[in-house]
């Protein structure tokens, strides 16, 4: 009896024990909200619909792949696999892009961590609009403080949003925060003053570090920065893998050369001309 008593606790102690160690990036997602409506149906709803329309110019897009100017930045994109908050993958690749000035910039904080022995591992950066949609309506109301409102966009959607942490250069390994990605609880918040020593340490390095290159941190997630020219860039809902074609496009557009602009408008001028003369006669 003692011997079964005995085995019990240290079953005990070592499944307590493995609650408690900090996770890794390859570990399982911790936090995960049961969806308000089915998946598929929000998904199909989301991409039917339309982005908000907004007012103003904006910079023409110049989406990256961050890993493209520094392939030692490390991704974890939990959205392309069921390892995320939701329980299922919603990107079809594993792939990161900022708006070049903030991907640039993302580099040299990942290069400037290298002399404390650390860099920099994305979970998420760019998000195609009708993701965010799917995040809101599939997230109950009292949670929505941790998802962006599709009805306004998100930073993600403006390709000048990243989600991310640090991880040890010697291991590979992610470092302990406060709380797991996409925690939705008041531990995530970059204030909160649970958790280690060692684990606000680490977090307040991340924030230094991003905030020495233009990114702020989002109120209620440590892991969220947003750069700062977010707002001279529209929200956009292309998906990844027709991200160069639509970028292809838009540059041939902005290269034609002014005089083929100006015989256009010759001609036309010509054509409405021609036919007022019709019409006058």
């Known amino acids: 009896m003692r011997s079964t008593r005995a085995a019990a606790i240290l079953i005990l102690a070592f499944l307590t024990s493995c609650a408690s160690t900090p996770s890794g990036s390859r570990d399982v997602q911790q936090f995960h909200i049961t969806p308000v409506r089915p ?16 007012e103003g110019s904006f910079r023409p897009s110049d989406l990256v792949e961050v890993i493209s100017l520094d392939p030692t930045i490390r991704l974890d994109i939990r959205y392309a696999t069921p390892n995320n908050f939701l329980g299922t993958p919603l ?3 594993t792939r990161a892009f900022l708006q070049r000035p903030a991907a640039e910039a993302l580099v040299r904080v990942h290069r400037a961590l290298a002399a404390k022995g650390y ?6 950066a760019y998000r195609p609009w009708y993701i965010t949609k799917i995040f809101w309506d ?18 993600h959607n403006r390709g000048c949003a990243v989600d991310l942490t640090l991880f040890d250069r010697s291991t590979g390994r992610a470092i302990a925060m406060p709380s797991g990605y996409d925690e939705m609880s008041e531990r995530a918040h970059p204030d909160y003053s649970g ?19 233009g990114f702020a941190v989002y109120e209620y997630e440590w892991w969220h920065f947003d750069y700062r020219d977010w707002h001279s860039y ?11 074609a639509v970028h292809s496009s838009a540059a041939r557009s ?28």
Request: charged content about 30%; glycine content about 2%; hydrophobic content about 30%.
């Open 39 to 54: 998946i598929e149906e929000l998904r199909a709803e989301a991409l039917a619909a339309t982005p908000p329309r907004e």
């Open 91 to 93: 990107y079809e690749e």
């Open 119 to 124: 860099g920099l591992l994305i979970y998420d």
């Open 138 to 155: 599939a997230t109950p109301p009292d949670k929505h403080q941790y998802v962006a409102d599709p009805a306004h966009g998100s930073r």
């Open 195 to 213: 958790g280690t020593d060692e684990q606000r340490k680490h977090r307040a390095l991340l924030r230094t570090a991003m905030e020495a290159e």
């Open 234 to 244: 529209a929200v956009q809902n292309i998906r990844f893998a027709d991200i160069a």
């Open 254 to 281: 902005r290269s034609r050369p002014p005089s083929v602009s100006v015989s256009l408008k010759r001609s036309s001028f010509c054509t409405r001309r021609s036919r007022s003369r019709q019409i006058q006669r």
